[in-house]
């Protein structure tokens, strides 16, 4: 496998007044890549924009592979917590996990 971990962050436009993640997931997309260049993961960890990961409602939502851990409500503030926890440390961020 060539990345050790993969995040999809939703970046899906929706019609006007419909919830989604949108414009949000696009600068997690942003902060997420620019901190994993600083920490030089960006080569072991993966990070791109998505279409809708069907928790419109719960957005912004992000998922890491390989676990398959959905994330929702992510703030550009969680972007370090979610890195240093679960990127490195392999420690689900519990107050921002989705259960389905």
Same mark, same amino acid.
Request: hydrophobic share 35%; with cysteine; net charge neutral.
């Given at each position: *496998?060539?990345?050790k971990?993969?995040?999809f962050?939703?970046t899906?436009q929706k019609?006007?007044g419909? +919830? ?10 942003n902060?997420?890549?620019e901190r994993l +260049?600083?920490?030089? *993961? ?14 419109c ?15 929702? +409500?992510v703030q550009?503030?969680?972007?370090e917590?979610?890195i ?10 519990e ?6």
């Open positions: *496998m060539r990345y971990k993969h995040v962050i939703c899906n019609v006007e419909k +919830k989604c993640c949108g414009g949000n997931g696009t600068a997690l997309v902060a997420f890549r +260049k600083e920490l030089e *993961m960006n080569v072991d960890i993966r990070v791109q924009a998505s279409g809708c990961l069907d928790t409602g719960k957005g912004p939502v992000l998922v890491v592979y390989p676990e398959g851990t959905y994330y929702g +409500k550009p503030e969680d972007v917590e979610i240093q926890n679960h990127l490195i440390s392999n420690q689900p961020v107050r921002l996990a989705l259960e389905f």
